[in-house]
């Protein structure tokens, strides 16, 4: 088949919001940088420092035939396995705020619960791609589900909520692509809502924050103090924002401005206007992702074009939904605008394999 020219239009969205992420983190950021590392530039040089690392992947990948990915599938699922298993023994994964999420020492750590999303629909879109008894419920749904539900019990232990539901969100949307039987896809959905009452029920910490949101003003100081500091960067800025890097909100006001709630930043500094802009973004990296799903070659192709955009889009709409109180606060950053390396890299990543499955396209 002979090879086309790559997404161009993906592309620019991407290293658009690539571009925009960077001038955020270093705005949202350079107020704790300098009073905690007494450098301005700390965050914004390691930002850089991923960023540089994510494209020379994302270029790399794209260059790459994707369907050599196939034979690598579940070497990099068993890698990822072990990696999540092994940041949960004590000494060897980092504990950071009560949470031990990461491996690696000093600054430079790395999160292996991003590498999970990348690598986990790596091994779906293979499964999927070459099942031929998807309407079965033991093997259209119900093998996928356990694979699922074990790296995803990893990462809650961890504990880490909003990344194992934006994972299952991913695979939810890859099954559907599939074309699973509907029916007991909808119940498996329906089944969801009971478990994550539990897993909010069992732990003190997720209650609080079910609570909060339910009703921030209750406990202002408190639980609901993160809630509502967002919404009060995001209603101040109004249409146009106060200007970039003008926000108040960063001056110790807003907890993980520049990770978790960079969005409210940018609803800040930028308002309505900045915040319409970047939704536009990943609006139009979605559609084109999912372009670039419909007009691929093969079913491995679709799969996993599906399933890398999902990623990004369910992570991004995870993100914004707790940045404006519209679900509980789970701890999701931002893809390729929130300050951290895991993250950004491995968005970087799917975003190349997208780009040669977009080379390899048929004609539209």
Request: aromatic share 10%; glycine share 10%; charged share 10%.
């Amino acid at each position: 088949m002979p090879k086309r020219a790559m997404d161009h239009t993906l592309l620019t969205a991407v290293l658009t919001l690539l571009g925009f992420g960077i001038v955020m983190v270093f705005s949202a950021s350079s107020v704790e940088a300098a009073v905690s590392y007494h450098d301005t530039y700390y965050f914004l040089e390691r930002q850089l420092l991923w960023a540089g690392l994510g494209m020379i992947l994302m270029f790399g990948l794209a260059r790459i035939d994707y369907h050599l990915l196939l034979r690598y599938a579940e070497p990099i699922a068993w890698g990822t396995f072990a990696l999540l298993v092994l940041v949960l023994v004590p000494h060897i994964g980092k504990d950071i705020n009560g949470a031990r999420r990461w491996l690696g020492f000093g600054s430079l750590l790395f999160q292996p619960s991003e590498m999970a999303k990348f690598s986990l629909v790596l091994l779906f879109a293979k499964r999927m791609a070459t099942e031929r008894r998807l309407q079965s419920f033991v093997h259209g749904i119900l093998a996928p589900l356990l694979i699922l539900t074990v790296i995803a019990g990893l990462i809650i232990k961890e504990p880490d909520l909003g990344t194992a539901l934006a994972l299952t969100g991913t695979v939810m949307a890859m099954l559907f692509t599939a074309g699973v039987n509907g029916l007991q896809l909808s119940a498996v959905l329906g089944s969801f809502i009971p478990v994550v009452g539990v897993l909010i029920a069992i732990a003190p910490y997720r209650l609080q924050r079910f609570m909060a949101f339910l009703d921030p003003k209750k406990d202002p100081l408190g639980s609901g103090y993160h809630i509502i500091q967002s919404l009060y960067a995001l209603g101040s800025g109004g249409l146009f924002g106060v200007g970039l890097g003008q926000g108040a909100l960063k001056y110790f006001y807003l907890p993980e401005q520049h990770t978790d709630f960079i969005f409210a930043i940018v609803g800040e500094e930028l308002g309505l206007i900045g915040c319409a802009v970047l939704i536009a973004l990943f609006f139009l990296l979605t559609v084109r992702g999912l372009r670039v799903a419909m007009l691929a070659p093969d079913r491995f192709g679709a799969l996993l074009a599906t399933g890398l955009t999902a990623m990004i889009a369910v992570q991004a709409l995870l993100n914004i939904a707790v940045v404006t109180a519209s679900m509980p606060i789970t701890g999701v950053p931002l893809p390729f605008i929130s300050y951290g390396g895991s993250s950004l890299l491995f968005a970087l990543a799917g975003v190349g394999v997208l780009l040669n499955v977009s080379k390899q396209r048929v004609s539209a």
